[in-house]
């Protein structure tokens, strides 16, 4: 009698459980391939949208309404969820390295694992400043914050260095929050000072001109102080130094500067760029490889250069998604073409935004609903599941 074997299964691993990984998940549950096995190797089981931080620290949000339970999602996807983290690649064997000991082999490979503290360059920073970047760790330090500024009476001076996007709605967020728990208590909020620190000549450098003149106002409005050209050489305990030798007091430092790829890359065997992003070409293939793809912040697209944004991670899943697929199924890829000039809503922490497209400015409280129903569609694709199409074979 002829023996009937089952096909070889190929393993999918997805690593980190970004923006564009969930979209992935998804969409293989929804369309799952047949003759595959998905495995998502992440850290965590809740991963933020960071859209909507700046709303959670302001108070706008709960925990439930900005993190995605990737538990359920896997589960929908018929994947595996592998709570490790991947700290190495062995290339020639095909093999994910977990911090856990775990060697994890794939046939394909994603990687969506984000960035990290960009402290490394700046004595002192690792140790005296709050990292946004990751956020879960960044929400657990932020609430520590706020509890220590309670305990002193409201008494505290707050900086955030990187006056990017990131670093502009953090600290109008921050002031939101903070203002609001210390009057709470019925001290006076005068009590607060907050300063943004740029290390470029103004604040907002890859936005257009009207956008941040708008900004620039609103933070002379609120009474933030705002130090542009401005390279910090070492952070203290309570204090920053700035590379012309003056110095500035702080009790607390926040940590916005764009953040930099895993350290693991850097002996990962794949093709970085000077900055240590991984290379991938236009359909978010890794370069020189047919079995790699990676999205989000840890990428250097080739094509052009993009932004550091979750705008284009997001963008970004399901055409990784597709070409996972197709390279499963052997067939041709496509290109990812990111938008030339995205839409950006910044957040001002009062239930207002501000926004640019297509060199246009606008905001208002009807920038903000508009941002919020944005980012919570989005959020709903990940907890309110369709029915599955199909069934894998």
Known sequence: MQRLTQPERKNVVLIGAGHAHVTVLREFGLSPVAGTRSILVSRGQHTPYSGMLPGLIAGDYQFEDIHIDTVPLTRFAGAQFHRDEAIGLDLGNRLVICRGGARISYDVLSIDIGSTPNTADVPGAAEHAIPVKPIDGFLSRFEALLARTLAHKGRARVAVVGAGAGGVELILAVQHRLSREVARTGLATNRLAFVLISATAD?????????????????????????????????????????????????????????????????????????????????????????????????????????KSGVYAVRAGPVLADNLRQTLIGQPLRPFRPQRDALYLVSTGDRRAIGTRNGMTFGGAWAWRWKDWIDRRFMRRFKDLPEKRGAAG
């Open 203 to 307: 604040i907002l450098p890859a936005f257009p001109p009207a956008f941040r003149a708008r900004f620039r106002a609103l933070l002379a409005e609120r009474g933030i102080i705002v130090a542009t050209g401005a390279p910090i050489a070492r952070v203290e305990a309570g204090r920053l130094q700035f590379d012309d030798g003056a110095s500035i007091k702080a009790d607390e430092i926040l940590w916005a500067t764009q953040a930099a790829p895993p350290s693991w890359l850097a002996s990962s065997g794949l093709p970085l760029d000077q900055h240590g992003f991984l290379k991938v070409d236009e359909t978010l293939r890794v370069v020189g490889r047919d079995d790699i793809f990676a999205a989000g912040d840890i990428i250097s697209f080739a094509p052009r250069g993009l932004p």
